[in-house]
């Protein structure tokens, strides 16, 4: 069946640092979405992409879809401890249906 | 306002059990779902409905049964109740789910633990 993975699993960096998750799909998306949990949090969305090699930013934070409309990568400049939390890609899997990544949970040392 | 809700947000039972979930969106949504989060974060669907139907069926066990009795609400009935069902869920909705094309937004999950 479909499967999305990200990479890598866990992160911690150093306040400051930059940071990245990719996120991998076993099939092509129509558009991927991303989210973000923090810790005893639900998931928010942060923003949707749909088209091929779609870049788009939010302050620090880049988000990138792949040419191929297999992957996808959040990027996070100069990180802060309020980056904190577990980011999830997702994308849909036939109609009314999503199929969440595995999830990267970034730490922020102070 | 809380755009979804969810009761109760903790819920300890003993296996065997029979528990509800509750859920209500006030954001005037089409589509709504349950999710399963376990112990290691994984965020699996398990149901989708809309407007009252239901659409998608995740091959939950029979012991897990949805219901929607209106749009605004989807409430989860679990029986016998596992130590295997021991996670967070969470209920989401979005403004229509046909081709995924809308954000979801996920209410504050209930923390089920089965001893």
């Known amino acids: 069946g479909q499967q999305v993975m990200q990479i890598p699993q866990y992160q911690h960096v150093q306040e400051g640092e930059d940071f990245t998750t990719y996120c991998n799909s076993s099939?092509?998306?129509?558009?991927i979405q991303w989210y973000k949990q923090r810790p005893g949090g639900h998931p928010v969305f942060l923003i949707q992409l749909v088209k091929s090699g779609e870049v788009k930013k939010q302050k620090r934070l880049t988000f990138q879809f792949g040419e191929a409309k297999k992957n996808s990568s959040l990027h996070i400049t100069a990180t802060q401890t309020t980056d904190v939390g577990t980011y999830f890609c997702a994308g849909p899997s036939g109609t009314y249906k999503y199929i969440f990544g595995t999830g990267t949970r970034l730490k922020v040392l102070a | 306002d809380t755009a979804v809700s969810q009761t109760p947000k903790y819920l300890v039972t003993q296996m065997g059990n029979d528990k509800s979930i509750k859920c209500e969106q006030n954001?005037?949504?089409?589509?709504m779902y349950w999710y399963k989060q376990d112990s290691k974060k994984f965020l699996k669907i398990m149901f989708s409905y809309n407007n009252k139907e239901l659409i998608i069926n995740e091959t939950v066990p029979n012991r897990f049964s949805p219901k929607s009795p209106d749009k605004a609400h989807l409430n989860l009935h679990i029986n016998s109740l596992e130590l295997g069902d021991s996670a967070v869920y969470f209920c989401?909705?979005?403004?229509?789910?046909?081709?995924?094309?809308?954000?979801?937004?996920f209410g504050p999950g209930t923390r089920l633990t089965v001893t």
């Open positions: 989401a909705s979005s403004p229509e789910g046909g081709f995924a094309l809308y954000e979801q937004y």
């Open positions: 099939t092509t998306l129509s558009n």
């Open positions: 954001l005037g949504h089409d589509t």
